[in-house]
């Protein structure tokens, strides 16, 4: 076999955003020689000035990976001297629902006019089962090099969670199916190097199946206590103390809680992912998925029309009040604005009449997506007393819910953290 390559120190990450630069950070703490390839002028500027675009990272750790002799780069010639390339672009839903592959497609096609013999080349980005096989590694053929005999090749799911305090990339499981198998122990051997642990999968699609299980795992059950947070309003029951309740049993329950909607980069793409693969493949819907997606995606219209209800308990209509919406980013202490459910939100309560404006700490300009920008609010608290209604959306750590309950007009509470009786929760 021609495969050369054993020690794999010199690495190319392809796509320098929320998954590939605390990759980059991770392998460059381990002292392996990262360079980053980016097509963005803006991140690779960014990135050159000691800046960092991502929550996780900050400017001084961008600072330290200059000094190592990290670089960013646009110039895909880099990848002729690397002994391994990870690939961790963008998989969006196109407009019709479908996967859009183009980054992906665009990536493979672009490293086979650079790929060298023994190179290990690794796709991270999400994607449905077959697609490695079927898709990446043929076009990463197509510059004459053979996958198995020539290079290696491997999928291993990005399980980064934005904001989590206690999970990075180095201290979550990795999981790595190959090509062939040799192909799986070559990425292992390279994950290895700087992640505690190392997960084999039978094969490329199994480690694609096990990100979307994972994701369609939680995107299944937010939907199950959205569902419940409907009707146990309509029934007078605290869903809150219900899930309070549940959780003491030490055995056979994980709690999930309802909320305004789902968003980011995982949880409202990737279970569509696996749905996709399933019509297409097998010609019958994944009606899990499809239900899932039902009422999660209507949960902004949803808390539309609670908002609505406490305004007409208060004698006022929603066209010509002021709404402000607290937290506009798809999960707390992060400014990853991805899949919000603030934008649906924003855009029903406009069409009902009703003016809005944002205040949140990690995010000063929002509302593109909504069709114009909306108003960021700089005094909180003279918003909170003068807004005809205040949603808290994302509990940031820097909203103190008490703080909320004293000073709000009136506060519609989405995600359960405030106690009083005074506050309407979802």
Not at 74 to 100: F, K, N, Y
Not at 195 to 219: C, Q
Not at 289 to 312: F, H, K, T, W
Request: aromatic share 6%; glycine share 8%.
């Amino acid at each position: 076999m021609p495969i050369l390559a054993q020690s794999r120190r010199k690495l190319v990450v392809v796509g320098l955003g929320y998954v590939g630069l605390p990759l980059v950070v991770e392998a460059a703490k381990a002292g392996l020689t990262v360079t980053g390839l980016d097509r963005s002028l803006d991140v690779l500027e960014g990135l050159a000035a000691g800046r960092s675009h991502v929550d996780d990272i900050d400017g001084a750790t961008v600072q330290w990976l200059l000094a190592t002799g990290f670089k960013a780069t646009s110039d895909a010639g880099v990848i002729a001297s690397a002994d391994a390339v990870v690939v961790c672009v963008p998989t969006p839903l196109s407009r019709d629902g479908e996967p859009d592959l183009g980054a992906v497609k665009q990536a493979a096609s672009t490293i086979s006019k650079h790929l060298n013999l023994g190179t290990l080349v690794v796709l991270e980005s999400t994607t449905y089962p077959g697609c490695t096989d079927e898709v990446f590694v043929p076009l990463l053929e197509a510059g004459g090099l053979v996958a198995g005999q020539d290079f290696h090749a491997a999928f291993s799911p990005e399980r980064v969670d934005p904001g989590n305090p206690t999970y990075g990339v180095k201290n979550t499981p990795k999981v790595v199916g190959g090509y062939t198998p040799a192909c799986t122990d070559a990425a292992v051997a390279f994950y290895d190097q700087f992640i505690d642990t190392v997960v084999r999968a039978n094969g490329t699609r199994e480690a694609e199946m096990a990100k979307l299980l994972e994701n369609t795992y939680r995107h299944i059950n937010i939907a199950l206590v959205n569902e419940m947070a409907k009707f146990s309003h309509d029934l007078g029951i605290d869903l809150w103390n219900v899930i309070e309740c549940a959780s003491t049993k030490p055995f056979g329950f994980e709690a999930f809680r309802p909320g305004p909607g789902v968003g980011g980069h995982c949880i409202p793409i990737d279970p569509n992912y696996l749905s996709h693969s399933v019509k297409a493949s097998l010609k019958y819907p994944f009606r899990f998925v499809e239900l899932a997606e039902e009422i999660n995606s209507s949960m902004p219209g949803y808390v539309a029309r609670r908002i609505q209800d406490l305004l007409n308990d208060e004698g006022q209509a929603v066209r010509g009040s002021t709404v402000l919406l607290l937290g506009v980013t798809y999960k707390a202490n992060i400014a990853d604005e991805r899949e919000s459910p603030a934008v649906p939100l924003a855009k029903r309560l406009r069409a009902m009449g009703a003016t809005v404006c944002f205040h949140d700490p990690h995010v000063s300009m929002w509302g593109s997506e909504v069709g114009q920008r909306v108003e960021c609010v700089a005094d909180l608290d003279a918003a909170l007393a003068s807004a005809d209604i205040s949603v808290l959306l994302q509990p940031h750590r820097e909203y103190e819910p008490d703080h909320l309950t004293k000073t709000a007009r009136l506060l519609f509470d989405t995600r359960g953290v405030t106690q009083s009786d005074q506050v309407a929760r979802l």
